[in-house]
């Protein structure tokens, strides 16, 4: 038998005989009649299947026939091809691909792609609702978590996909800002907490959400005079009950007097939580027994035993704030205890305790920490601050805060920025002004020096502090802060530290000449006016001006002998190729202090509007929606009850 015809192969058009002989393997018999029975693979993209009529066996098994017949294939979509004898021509087939190749692009048109979505990894999905995020939280922006908490409800209803996504966004931080709507409070015929009802409803039903969150922002439901209500903290702590992987609680910060409450224990089982916020408050039994004894054991051991235990599951706790009323008492044997039970303890912030409670010895038993803030403290003195500076638990500090403590030393400040290596910002701000022992006639600069700071907060506010304050400049021009990039000093009367930084043409901000508060606090007590942070932007401006006003050189242009122009180049403050920079921004955008206090903490449970650097502050005005009212679905898709544009203060902003 010939082999097959390179030319019918090209074309396509294969002989039933050249078909059979080209699938035989090497060794076999070419066989028609046996080889008709079997089904053989083809090179065409066409399915073929032998008829298993007699008639067509006995047909393709006489050579006569075998040489006048040609076969011709079904389509792509049959299930059974005829293997017919009838004689076709080369242009048939052809047509027949051509019809074939047709078909099959039809075919595969009409069938639906598969959704583009399947195929994104879930980090494509985060980043678009990060994006969604930063639309609806940046600064100046509109809209407020009502808003953003409506397009994730939106998108999770898109597909399956999409709600996988957005479920981690929607309940891993809850924020619940403002009021409840009207239609809401009265369905569920209630005064108010509303939302917070229906939302413990939803975790306690379904426990997987509730494992999603981490972070919770419950409404301001303070009253205006006194604490929350037992109702209020009793339901915010079932609200904690049913999140076990809680690790915050933002805005919501109820006094704690040595008594039983619901919340206290709530977060006391928390094994996740990350921050807490202790401020302690007068409890009556221990005033009384304080006037009748003295210091320790004012309070019984069941209130020690009760506020202790409070800590014991707290491994992962990696912030505290501990904070005193007036009259509040916690002793120095709890602050020890407390200390050993948080092993994963960073940042740390102490504030107006009594000389009884927190005091050197206190300060000497703190566990290494990276951030540490010690404020009105009246137990604290120069000689304990240097002891503990010296030890090994003050070499991890990165971030020192010391904050009316009338140090009166600046030895003291000279060896702590020496021993701590590791520091990297240093706030200091008190009235007294730190001064060099009587004896010591000569001094070697730099007397301050620090090889890692890069941030330094320097606010001594006595009359006096220009002594301490020529030292610190003499040392800056000494290369004793070569890391140093930032300085903030709102009291610097003769611009000593801004004439060491960057120049600059401009330091106050537009808002400045708005500022209604700051025009009346100069009005009513310019001593108090001078410490605000508009006032030293003002300063600092003036000093900007008068140096503008005077000629620092000329340059004279000479032609032929000739002085034929002269340019005039006006005086600036600062230092060309400085790396410092003079800065006079508060830690809070739109507030008149420097650094953000225990005031502006509670003050941050109801809500704040975004405050501004560089533009003008705008009002407490709540967000309804009306920024999307341009939605075709109208009012009834994009208003809501009126809210405040809440951003929270980090804790960070303390250290």
């Given at each position: 038998?010939?082999?097959?015809?390179?030319?019918?192969?090209?074309?396509?058009s294969?002989?039933?005989?050249?078909a059979?002989?080209?699938?035989?393997?090497?060794?076999?018999v070419?066989?028609?009649?046996i080889?008709?029975?079997?089904?053989?693979?083809t090179?065409?993209?066409?399915t073929?299947s032998?008829?298993w009529?007699?008639?067509?066996?006995?047909?393709?098994?006489?050579p006569e026939s075998?040489?006048?017949?040609?076969?011709?294939?079904?389509s792509?979509?049959?299930a059974?091809s005829?293997?017919?004898?009838?004689?076709?021509?080369t242009?048939?087939?052809?047509?027949?691909?051509s019809?074939?190749?047709?078909?099959?692009?039809?075919?595969?048109?009409?069938?639906?792609p598969?959704?583009?979505?399947?195929?994104?990894p879930?980090?494509?999905?985060?980043?678009?609702l990060?994006?969604?995020?930063?639309?609806?939280?940046?600064?100046?922006?509109q809209?407020?978590?009502?808003?953003?908490l409506?397009?994730l409800?939106?998108l999770?209803?898109?597909?399956?996909?999409?709600?996988?996504?957005?479920?981690?966004?929607?309940?891993?931080?809850?924020?619940i800002?403002?009021?409840?709507?009207?239609?809401?409070?009265?369905?569920?015929?209630?005064?108010s907490?509303?939302?917070?009802?229906l939302?413990?409803r939803?975790l306690?039903?379904?426990r997987v959400?509730?494992?999603?969150?981490?972070?919770?922002k419950v409404?301001?439901?303070?009253?205006?005079?006194?604490?929350?209500?037992?109702?209020?903290i009793?339901?915010?702590?079932?609200?904690v009950?049913?999140?076990?992987?809680?690790?915050?609680?933002?805005?919501?910060?109820?006094t704690?007097?040595?008594?039983?409450?619901?919340?206290?224990?709530a977060?006391?089982?928390?094994?996740?939580l990350?921050?807490?916020i202790?401020?302690?408050?007068?409890?009556?039994e221990?005033?009384?027994?304080?006037?009748?004894?003295?210091?320790?054991g004012?309070?019984?051991i069941?209130?020690?035993?009760?506020?202790i235990?409070?800590?014991?599951?707290?491994?992962?706790l990696?912030?505290?704030f501990?904070?005193?009323?007036?009259?509040?008492?916690?002793?120095?044997?709890?602050?020890?205890?407390?200390?050993?039970?948080?092993?994963?303890l960073?940042?740390?912030?102490?504030?107006s305790f009594?000389?009884?409670d927190f005091?050197?010895?206190?300060?000497?038993?703190?566990?290494?920490?990276?951030?540490?803030?010690?404020?009105?403290l009246?137990g604290?003195?120069?000689?304990?601050?240097?002891?503990y500076?010296?030890?090994?638990a003050?070499?991890?500090?990165?971030?020192l805060?010391?904050?009316?403590?009338?140090?009166?030393?600046l030895?003291?400040?000279s060896?702590?920025?020496a021993?701590?290596?590791?520091?990297?910002?240093?706030?200091i701000?008190?009235?007294?002004?730190?001064?060099?022992?009587?004896?010591?006639?000569?001094?070697?600069?730099?007397?301050?020096?620090?090889?890692?700071?890069?941030?330094?907060?320097?606010?001594i506010?006595?009359?006096?502090?220009?002594?301490?304050?020529?030292?610190?400049?003499s040392?800056?021009?000494?290369h004793?802060?070569?890391t140093?990039?930032?300085?903030?000093?709102?009291?610097?009367?003769y611009?000593?530290?801004?004439a060491?930084?960057?120049?600059?043409?401009?330091?106050?901000?537009?808002?400045?000449?708005y500022?209604?508060?700051?025009?009346d606090?100069?009005?009513?007590n310019?001593?108090?006016?001078?410490?605000?942070?508009?006032?030293?932007?003002?300063?600092?401006?003036q000093?900007?001006?008068?140096?503008?006003?005077?000629?620092?050189?000329?340059?004279?242009?000479?032609?032929?002998?000739?002085?034929?122009?002269?340019?005039?180049?006006p005086?600036f403050?600062?230092?060309?190729?400085?790396h410092i920079d003079?800065?006079?921004?508060?830690?809070?955008?739109?507030?008149?202090?420097a650094?953000?206090?225990?005031?502006?903490l509670?003050k941050?449970?109801g809500?704040?509007?975004?405050g501004a650097?560089?533009?003008?502050?705008?009002?407490m005005?709540?967000?309804t929606g009306l920024w999307?009212?341009?939605?075709?679905?109208g009012?009834?898709?994009?208003?809501?009850?009126?809210?405040a544009?809440?951003?929270?203060?980090?804790?960070?902003?303390?250290?």
């Amino acid at each position: 038998m010939a082999m097959m015809d390179s030319y019918r192969v090209k074309r396509a058009s294969l002989n039933p005989d050249d078909a059979l002989l080209a699938n035989r393997h090497a060794g076999q018999v070419y066989d028609p009649v046996i080889m008709a029975y079997r089904p053989q693979k083809t090179p065409l993209p066409f399915t073929a299947s032998v008829s298993w009529d007699s008639a067509d066996f006995y047909a393709a098994a006489r050579p006569e026939s075998r040489r006048s017949s040609t076969s011709s294939y079904a389509s792509f979509g049959s299930a059974h091809s005829t293997f017919s004898t009838t004689q076709t021509t080369t242009s048939s087939i052809g047509s027949s691909r051509s019809s074939f190749t047709t078909a099959q692009q039809r075919s595969r048109s009409t069938q639906p792609p598969a959704p583009v979505f399947r195929r994104l990894p879930l980090e494509i999905y985060e980043c678009i609702l990060q994006q969604l995020k930063n639309i609806h939280t940046e600064p100046y922006i509109q809209s407020c978590a009502t808003c953003y908490l409506r397009d994730l409800y939106d998108l999770a209803l898109v597909s399956r996909t999409w709600d996988r996504a957005v479920r981690v966004q929607l309940y891993d931080r809850i924020h619940i800002v403002g009021h409840d709507s009207a239609s809401q409070l009265k369905k569920c015929k209630m005064k108010s907490g509303v939302r917070l009802k229906l939302l413990r409803r939803t975790l306690r039903e379904r426990r997987v959400l509730a494992q999603y969150v981490h972070e919770l922002k419950v409404p301001n439901l303070r009253p205006e005079t006194g604490d929350f209500s037992t109702e209020t903290i009793d339901m915010v702590a079932s609200i904690v009950m049913a999140c076990p992987n809680l690790e915050r609680l933002v805005g919501f910060h109820p006094t704690y007097n040595h008594t039983f409450n619901k919340l206290t224990h709530a977060l006391s089982t928390r094994r996740k939580l990350k921050e807490y916020i202790w401020i302690i408050s007068e409890n009556d039994e221990i005033t009384a027994r304080s006037q009748i004894q003295l210091p320790p054991g004012l309070m019984d051991i069941q209130q020690a035993a009760s506020f202790i235990q409070c800590h014991d599951s707290w491994s992962s706790l990696t912030t505290l704030f501990l904070h005193s009323q007036p009259n509040a008492i916690l002793e120095h044997d709890i602050f020890v205890s407390v200390f050993e039970r948080l092993p994963s303890l960073l940042h740390l912030a102490i504030s107006s305790f009594d000389i009884d409670d927190f005091n050197d010895e206190t300060l000497r038993s703190l566990p290494p920490l990276q951030s540490l803030r010690l404020e009105a403290l009246s137990g604290i003195t120069c000689d304990g601050l240097s002891s503990y500076v010296s030890s090994a638990a003050a070499l991890p500090l990165r971030s020192l805060s010391l904050l009316a403590l009338s140090l009166s030393s600046l030895q003291l400040i000279s060896k702590l920025l020496a021993n701590l290596a590791s520091l990297t910002r240093f706030s200091i701000s008190q009235e007294l002004s730190p001064t060099l022992p009587p004896d010591m006639f000569m001094v070697f600069q730099p007397l301050l020096a620090s090889a890692s700071l890069r941030y330094l907060h320097w606010d001594i506010r006595s009359p006096l502090a220009s002594t301490a304050t020529d030292h610190l400049a003499s040392s800056i021009r000494a290369h004793g802060f070569p890391t140093l990039r930032t300085i903030r000093a709102p009291t610097d009367p003769y611009g000593t530290l801004q004439a060491l930084c960057k120049p600059r043409a401009q330091i106050i901000l537009p808002s400045d000449k708005y500022n209604a508060i700051a025009a009346d606090l100069r009005k009513a007590n310019p001593s108090l006016y001078a410490r605000t942070m508009h006032a030293a932007r003002q300063a600092a401006q003036q000093r900007i001006e008068a140096a503008r006003n005077t000629i620092l050189f000329k340059i004279m242009v000479e032609e032929a002998g000739c002085v034929s122009q002269i340019y005039d180049l006006p005086g600036f403050v600062g230092t060309v190729g400085s790396h410092i920079d003079y800065l006079l921004k508060p830690d809070i955008p739109g507030t008149e202090e420097a650094i953000c206090g225990w005031g502006d903490l509670l003050k941050d449970e109801g809500g704040r509007s975004h405050g501004a650097d560089d533009k003008f502050v705008r009002g407490m005005e709540g967000c309804t929606g009306l920024w999307n009212a341009s939605h075709p679905v109208g009012k009834k898709w994009w208003w809501h009850t009126e809210r405040a544009r809440w951003k929270g203060i980090e804790l960070e902003r303390f250290f």
